[in-house]
């Protein structure tokens, strides 16, 4: 019996070593001057504020790499949240959304945050601090509301 658990701690450590040579590239593309949300709408510090704790990291090419994108499995797993975050909302490349797509990503952004499906709960564990107060889930959901209301959808 302890010769098999030697052999299976063994073999379990031995692929977490391997699996560390399998690592995506953790990378910001870069930010396409006059794409930013920022550059085309009005977008308050306070509201700036929050985008930039709560949702960057997952919704912009200003993504922050912590220690531990660097160790497998867990790398794996960021990078996928990172690129179908970004691939449902890139605050970077806002003006290349269609005015129709912006209008619908705005109420989609009152929508998650309002059923508390944004931030991710997964997110959270390490980034307590991105969490939303409900005043702060308040402001964005106007902030939201009043943006959208100002785009001409055909």
């Keep these: ?7 299976a701690f063994l073999v379990l450590a031995g692929a977490v070593v391997v699996i560390q040579f ?16 920022e550059e085309s709408m009005n977008v308050p510090a306070d509201v700036q504020m929050v985008l ?13 790499h912590p220690w531990y994108t660097q160790i497998a499995p867990v ?9 179908e975050g970004r691939g449902e909302l890139n605050f970077s490349e806002w ?11 705005l109420e989609e952004i009152c929508e998650h945050i309002e059923s508390g499906a944004m931030p ?16 702060q889930s308040r402001m964005l ?14």
């Design 22 to 37: 399998f690592r995506p590239t953790f990378s910001n593309p870069p930010i396409v001057p006059g794409q930013a949300i």
């Design 95 to 105: 003006n290349t959304y269609s005015a129709k797509k912006k209008a619908h990503k």
């Design 141 to 154: 959901c106007d902030w939201a509301k009043a943006e959208r209301a100002k785009i001409a959808v055909e």
């Design 75 to 83: 790398s794996w797993w960021l990078s996928d949240h990172i690129t």
């Design 1 to 7: 019996m302890r010769k098999a658990l030697k052999i």
């Design 52 to 64: 930039a704790r709560s949702c960057n990291d997952c919704h912009s090419n200003k993504t922050a």
């Design 120 to 135: 991710l709960s997964s997110y959270l564990w390490v980034h307590g601090d991105a969490a939303l107060t409900p005043d």
